[in-house]
């Protein structure tokens, strides 16, 4: 039974890593949470202030972008398959095409934010004192969930750029491949935030 | 002592550099016994700064804001610091592996890089006392609208608030991790000893309390920087929603401190009644209890802020509710001492202490949890006492527990047994004449977090002040004990308490890899198999 | 104990594109249920679609449909606590 526990030890490292991913999930959705907890007392409280205020949000670069989101959660789904089928190719282009519209999706908000900070509306401009109370507190919360969401895209855009080069290279490949799965655990991680704040954010009109 | 264990085992490097860079869980462990113990000193040392003040009524050494500044230090390194972290880090690092026969935890290297980030929480926190516009003087509740409008330094310290969370959390998901992967073959879950089970449910609620206490951080430093509104009602927001958000984290950290402190003082009962520990799995399920219904009581701290009646009503209610798995331990503890052949050695006399003094704290805590008498001591020197008894008399004295317990099997020697028993009395005996006036105090209208009080307090506050003194010669007794003991102590038997845990079937030091051969669990080698 | 996926379950490129299909769907539905006005429910329709949505990336792109029920029970168990968390905090706010 020692024998055998020796083998838990290798195994236990592919095992092991994805648990420790998916605590390291719950850790980032709860801390997206206290967002979506701040979001709910206001939303309650400022019921209609947020309806006129998300009226200012761009409705179509939102869907868009959620869009974006669902397609390369796809891709970074199949490159994992891609890899157990032992086509490198296929799970390097789909890791790829990942990253490529997840850079897409910056460059959108990269647009979506210069356009309302073009327009004087950020947090501690003039124009955000000035507001209704609700309207404030919604587009403090916009910059902020946004911001964070997209700080995550980084760090996931970072993650899987590793995974592509350790692909390329060989380290990745159908007997091991943890790195790249749990890279694109966080991808679904990030995807899965974002479902929940297009709507709260951008369809409440 | 045999000749390579984990104390004189160098690795690649050597010296100062292979401690630095080792990724032994029990260097690692002994590393944060170090910056906690020292950390821990200087705590300490505030607390004493502030009891000198408080001799008597007046302004005697520092104004109003420096004795601010000094609680509000004094509780950042208590709480993040020292007692948050505390027996997890030290000794659920170097212990838990051992007893779950395992060599090291699930992620070794992550372990290590959970040490540096809490260095740097540590730095910044000092950095926050001298940089900038002086230190924070908020309390360490950090509670808006001050904290996001005062003029001290409270981004730093906030910050480093975040940065030893994170720590927190990474820890608490490397020993989930090596609980469910990493116990030896035939440990199954209810054959897991219970200092083990209680790391596991402290685990969890380091890993899923801690992010929002983070997020609510780190929206104090966007609502200081950014003005973005979340907490200041001028802008829309709600004092009450961050006070909400902090204790969402900060109740369950109590637990965090609590439940692995319960787990040593599970596993020094039974060793020195040399029986076995009475009802183990209404333990091990309390634990997780515990933990679980601590996530639902945090608005006790809020009773008077002007939340509505049903939420005061609830919280009560579960506050009481979450006493019982509590109680349930010491019950527990108790029946096992029933009858038994008990032997009062130093790690059980701190047991003792910590089971007296934690019955006081957890009382007290009681009378605050009733709406009613809430009212009456919040914000009193009562809740000050309240929680000291609690974590410093519960979580201090069960660290002193271990400490004592398996210090012979750290570092191989033994230390002086009879000296202990002298400084156990000075640390008991200082500790509740420091303490126990403050209750009276407290329920007589003396405030916590003033530097000064009306003249008939006096007599209180001095009686304070010299349990204060008499409490610290019994730590400086037990300091220079122990570190003595650890370079010129007599060497020490593998089992000199006859314990039936892993930990004590192994040599004293351990050697790197903890076992030759990882064990198989039998009935013989069961936990607590008198 | 033993906790393997030894038989790792391996999802067809199909597979994965059925399932973004679905999503997609579900992303236009919620678009267009946004023009209609639910009034008090706007939210609650919202949430329900975002729900399953996520109940789909998480059962299929994360694999938790196939992958042993210990995830499954941990990702259930913290999507309870913080809905609980979150009702708490109302008891406040909806009673003040």
Redesign the interface.
């Known amino acids: ?2 024998e ?3 083998k ?1 030890e290798e ?2 490292d592919d ?2 890593s994805k ?2 991913m ?3 999930i ?13 979001y ?7 019921a209609d202030e947020f309806h006129r205020a998300a009226a200012q949000l761009n ?1 179509f670069i939102g ?1 868009l972008n ?2 974006i989101l ?2 390369s ?2 891709t970074i ?2 490159s994992v ?1 891609a890899i ?2 032992y086509n490198k190719k296929l799970a390097m282009n789909m890791i790829l095409i990942t990253l490529v519209l997840a850079f897409t999706f910056l460059v959108n908000k990269y647009f979506e934010w210069g356009l309302k900070i073009k327009h004087h509306l950020y ?2 401009s003039e124009l ?2 000035n507001l ?3 309207e ?2 919604f587009f ?1 919360l916009y ?2 969930m946004t911001g ?1 969401h997209a700080l995550h895209i980084i760090i996931g855009m970072t993650i899987l750029t590793i995974a592509y080069v350790r692909v390329r290279n060989g380290s990745i490949h159908a007997g091991h491949f943890t790195l790249l799965e749990n890279g ?2 966080y991808w ?1 991680l990030v ?2 935030i974002w ?2 704040l ?3 954010l951008y ?3 | 002592m045999p000749e390579i264990n984990y104390l004189s085992d160098t690795g690649k490097h050597k010296g100062i550099m292979s401690w630095l860079t080792s990724t032994d869980h029990k260097r690692i462990g002994l590393m944060y016994l170090y910056a906690i113990l020292f950390f821990f000193l200087i705590g300490g040392s505030l607390g004493a700064l502030m009891r000198l003040e408080l001799m008597q009524p007046g302004q005697q050494y520092y104004s109003a804001q420096t004795y601010n500044a000094l609680f509000t230090v004094h509780g950042i390194i208590m709480i993040f610091i020292v007692v948050i972290p505390g027996l997890s880090v030290v000794f659920g690092n170097f212990f838990l592996p051992i007893m779950i026969g395992a060599k090291d935890v ?2 070794p290297k ?1 372990n290590l890089l959970s040490f540096y980030i809490y260095l740097t929480g540590c730095a910044l926190a000092v950095a926050s006392q001298f940089a900038g516009n002086g230190p924070p003087d908020t309390g360490w509740t950090f509670y808006a609208p001050y904290s996001t409008q005062t003029a001290t330094n409270v981004v730093m310290a906030v910050f480093a608030a975040f940065v030893l969370g994170f720590s927190s ?1 990474l820890t ?3 020993f ?2 090596t609980i ?3 116990r ?3 440990m199954k879950w209810f054959k897991m000893p219970l200092f083990p089970w209680s790391i596991y449910a402290t685990a969890w609620i380091q ?6 206490v ?3 951080l ?2 104090v430093i ?1 609502e200081r ?6 907490f200041d009602p001028a ?4 004092p009450i ?1 961050y006070q909400h ?1 902090f204790w ?1 984290y900060s109740h369950p950290a109590v637990y965090i401190m609590i439940l692995p402190a319960m787990g040593v003082i599970t596993e020094i009962i039974p060793t020195f009644c040399q029986k076995k520990i009475y009802g183990y799995r209404a333990i091990a399920i309390s634990s997780l209890a515990i933990a679980g219904v601590g996530y639902l009581v945090w608005g006790h701290h809020m009773f008077t802020s002007g939340m509505s009646t049903t939420a005061q009503w609830f919280f009560s209610l579960l506050t009481f509710i979450v006493a019982v798995p509590s109680a349930v331990k010491v019950f527990n503890w108790i029946s096992t001492m029933y009858k038994a052949s008990i032997d009062v050695k130093p790690p059980f006399l701190f047991a003792l202490g910590f089971i007296f003094l934690f019955m006081i704290g957890g009382l007290t805590g009681l009378v605050q949890g009733a709406l009613a008498t809430n009212i009456q001591v919040h914000d009193t020197a009562f809740v000050v006492a309240h929680f000291h008894y609690i974590i410093f008399g519960g979580m201090g004295f069960a660290f002193f527990a271990a400490i004592h317990y398996w210090f012979p099997k750290m570092y191989g020697k033994m230390y002086n047994i009879r000296l202990a028993n002298i400084y156990w009395v000075f640390i008991f005996v200082g500790f509740n004449l420091l303490y126990f006036p403050q209750f009276i105090l407290g329920l007589q209208g003396v405030p916590r977090r003033y530097y000064d009080y009306l003249p008939q307090f006096q007599t209180g506050e001095v009686i304070s002040g010299i349990g204060a003194l008499i409490l610290g010669i019994g730590i400086y007794m037990m300091i220079y004990n122990l570190f003595r003991s650890s370079k010129k102590g007599a060497p020490a038997i593998g089992n000199p308490w006859n314990g039936k845990t892993l930990e004590w079937s192994i040599p004293s030091p351990p050697p790197t890899e903890n076992f030759e ?2 064990p ?1 669990m039998t009935e013989q080698n069961e936990p607590y198999n008198y | 104990m ?4 030894t038989i ?1 379950h ?4 199909k597979g ?2 059925k ?2 299909i679905i ?2 769907t579900l ?1 236009a539905i ?2 267009i ?2 023009w209609i006005n639910f009034g008090a429910f ?2 609650g329709v ?2 329900v ?2 729900c399953i ?2 109940g789909a ?2 059962s ?3 694999h938790l449909k196939f992958d042993n029920i ?2 499954r029970i ?2 259930i168990g ?2 309870i606590l ?1 809905a609980i ?2 009702g708490i ?2 008891l406040d ?2 009673f003040r």
């Not at chain 1, 709910?40 to 400022?46: E, H, I, L, T």
């Not at chain 3, 033993?2 to 996926?5: A, H, K, L, W």
């Not at chain 3, 391996?10 to 490129?13: D, E």
Request: without cysteine; hydrophobic residues 60%.
């Open positions: 039974m020692s055998g526990n020796h838990q195994k236990n095992v092991a648990m420790g998916w605590i390291f719950f850790t980032e959705l709860l801390l997206f949470g206290g967002l979506f907890l701040v709910a007392v206001f939303r309650v409280k400022y409705t869907t959620t869009v669902l397609v959660s796809m789904a199949m398959t157990q089928n947090p501690s955000m004192f209704k109370h609700g404030n507190i403090s910059y902020f964070l694109g655990l679904h995807d899965l479902i929940f297009f709507p709260l369809l409440i009109t | 699930a992620f992550l959390i608490g998901l490397n989930i991790v469910h992967r990493l030896a073959p035939g890993v899923l309390a801690t992010p929002i983070g997020i609510t780190l929206m966007a920087v950014l003005k973005i509104g979340f802008l829309g927001g709600d929603l958000l969402i051969e990882i198989v | 033993v906790m393997e996926d790792k391996i999802t067809s490129y994965y594109l399932v973004l999503l997609l992303t919620s678009v249920a946004a706007s939210v919202a949430l679609i975002a949505k996520s990336v998480l299929y792109f994360m210990v995830y941990m990702a913290v999507f913080f968390i979150v905090t109302f706010y909806l």
